[in-house]
C-alpha cells in the first residue's frame, strides 16, 4: 500500500478536526412519570414488547429540572431485562446510550455519542434505583 504524504496530510487535518472532549462525571435523578409499555407479543410482559419514554432529569437533589430523556426498550428477558436505547437532552447537547436495563438492582449502559459539549463522547452510565418501587432513578454518566 503506498501512501503518499498528501494523504497523511488529508488524515492528520481530519484528525485533527475532531472535537475535543473533557473526562466529566454528570450525576443526576429520572423520575420515571412518561411512560408507555406496548404490549406486542403475547398478553402480558413477553419478549418483544416495548417501553416507550420521555422522562425529565433533575439535579442529584433531585429538585431542579437539568433536563430530558427519551428513548424505548424492547423486553429481551421476560421477568429480567429490557434492551434500551435513548438520548439524554442537556443544555450544552446530547448523550446518547445504549444497554440492558434490568428489572432489579443496577443497570450500567453505554455511552455511545453525544453533540454539543459533548460531541465525541464515550463512557458508560450507571442506572440505580432509589427506592424498592423505581419511582425514581440515579443516573451516573461517567464520560471519557
Known amino acids: 500500500m503506498n501512501i503518499t504524504i498528501g494523504r497523511v496530510a488529508l488524515l492528520a487535518a481530519a484528525l485533527l478536526g475532531l472535537p475535543a472532549f473533557a473526562a466529566e462525571q454528570i450525576k443526576m435523578v429520572e423520575r420515571p412519570v412518561g411512560e408507555t409499555t406496548v404490549d406486542l ?50 443544555k450544552a447537547g446530547q448523550i446518547t446510550v445504549e444497554g440492558p436495563f434490568m428489572d432489579e438492582g443496577d443497570s450500567t449502559f453505554a455511552v455511545t455519542g453525544g453533540t454539543g459539549k459533548y460531541a465525541g463522547a464515550k463512557g458508560s452510565m450507571k442506572l440505580h434505583p432509589r427506592d424498592a418501587k423505581s419511582t425514581s432513578y440515579d443516573f451516573t454518566y461517567d464520560l471519557l
Open 41 to 90: 407479543g403475547a398478553k402480558g410482559d413477553s419478549i418483544g414488547d416495548l417501553l416507550v419514554f420521555a422522562n425529565g432529569v433533575f439535579d442529584p437533589a433531585n429538585k431542579t429540572q437539568i433536563g430530558t430523556d427519551q428513548g424505548y426498550c424492547v423486553r429481551t428477558i421476560v421477568g429480567k431485562s429490557w434492551e434500551c436505547i435513548w438520548t439524554l437532552t442537556l
